[in-house]
């Protein structure tokens, strides 16, 4: 049986389902994780600079193939061929807001899935604009932080509510996030992905958190820009938008949690983690994941 929450006037009950248990989650991660490295999928990233070699290398490193093309010239042709396509405005420019824009138009009209990454969204009129074109078409998942998700919330006109994020960091909580994931869910029509301490992805009816990661994970920049990516690698071999998110969660939280037993400050946890995402299997998975009901 759902449990029943009164979200705000839109929505008068949302069938917010009980989460799965852990383990068939752990399995379904399991599988995905094989999946994508028998695989291999091409995964095309539009990302900012200070991601570009982290996130390709955490592709790399869990079995995807990264592909950072962005050219206005090239996406047309490249985006059709790509198993799935990364959009992250970090370090946003009008050059690049507009070769976003056409390869979004262009996976939007060939169906390659997109994930949106809108890093810092919420005080700066420029981004939030360019959020909202993105949007329009219709990303398969929109993964950011807490901060993050309530912001693009209240620049879809779903919340009075105002984000208090700092530059590309989270002030907010998922549980905070968590009913506006919802709401932007079933407003855009994709699954919705907020993190933080612990991960929130719905679909706009099961809602589903996980409860893995470690907090040197925010202190290695660009790691949430690299988790958009791996996701991005899900995505393009997953049955659905939700799974591809509750596998790329539960693969990079388990990681997280096994590369903090070895390296405990910033630098090392960085190869620790790249190593990690190389080396986790199946069973660390199983044996691992923290799911909250
Ligand atoms: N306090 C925390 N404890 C454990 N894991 C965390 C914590 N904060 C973030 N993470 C993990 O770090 C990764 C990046 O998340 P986050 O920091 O929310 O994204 P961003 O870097 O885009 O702000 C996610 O896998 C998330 O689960
Ligand atoms: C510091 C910074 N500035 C613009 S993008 C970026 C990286 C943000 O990475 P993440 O969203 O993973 O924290
Ligand atoms: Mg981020």
């Known amino acids: 049986?759902?449990?029943?929450?009164?979200?705000?006037?839109?929505?008068?009950?949302?069938?917010?389902?009980p989460n799965p248990q852990a383990t068939d989650l752990a399995g379904l991660a399991g599988r995905l994780l094989s999946e994508l490295r028998a695989r291999r999928p091409?995964?095309?990233?539009?990302?900012?600079?200070?991601?570009?070699?982290i996130a390709a290398n955490a592709l790399l490193a869990i079995g995807a193939a990264p592909a950072m093309v962005h050219a206005p010239e090239e996406?047309?042709?490249?985006?059709?061929?790509?198993?799935?396509?990364?959009?992250?405005?970090?370090?946003?420019?009008?050059?690049?807001?507009?070769?976003?824009?056409?390869?979004?138009?262009?996976?939007?009209?060939?169906?390659?899935?997109?994930?949106?990454?809108?890093?810092?969204?919420?005080?700066?009129?420029?981004?939030?604009?360019?959020?909202?074109?993105?949007?329009?078409?219709?990303?398969a998942i929109l993964r950011g932080n807490a901060s993050e998700i309530i912001a693009v919330a209240r620049l879809a006109g779903l919340t009075q509510t105002k984000a208090t994020p700092r530059g590309t960091d989270s002030t907010n909580t998922t549980s905070e996030a968590q009913l506006f994931c919802i709401e932007l869910a079933r407003h855009f029509g994709c699954t919705v992905v907020a993190t933080g301490e612990v991960d929130v992805a719905t679909d706009g009816q099961q809602v589903v958190r996980l409860a893995n990661g470690s907090p040197l994970m925010t202190k290695v920049t660009a790691l949430g820009c690299s988790l958009s990516s791996v996701m991005g690698g899900?995505?393009?071999?997953?049955?659905?938008?939700?799974?591809?998110a509750i596998a790329a969660l539960a693969v990079y939280g388990v990681a997280g949690d096994m590369a903090a037993e070895t390296a405990r400050h910033p630098g090392s946890f960085r190869v620790a983690f790249i190593d990690t995402l190389d080396a986790i299997t199946p069973a660390d998975i199983t044996g691992r994941l923290k799911v909250i009901a």
Do not use: C
């Open 42 to 53: 091409l995964v095309q990233n539009i990302t900012n600079y200070v991601s570009m070699d």
């Open 1 to 17: 049986m759902g449990y029943h929450r009164r979200v705000e006037r839109k929505y008068t009950l949302v069938d917010v389902r």
């Open 75 to 139: 996406t047309p042709q490249f985006t059709p061929i790509a198993g799935a396509l990364v959009v992250n405005i970090g370090t946003l420019s009008a050059a690049t807001a507009k070769a976003m824009q056409i390869a979004v138009d262009v996976a939007h009209k060939v169906g390659t899935p997109w994930l949106l990454d809108p890093v810092a969204v919420g005080p700066m009129d420029f981004r939030n604009g360019v959020v909202l074109d993105l949007m329009k078409a219709r990303p």
């Open 234 to 244: 899900f995505l393009a071999i997953a049955p659905t938008p939700l799974e591809a």
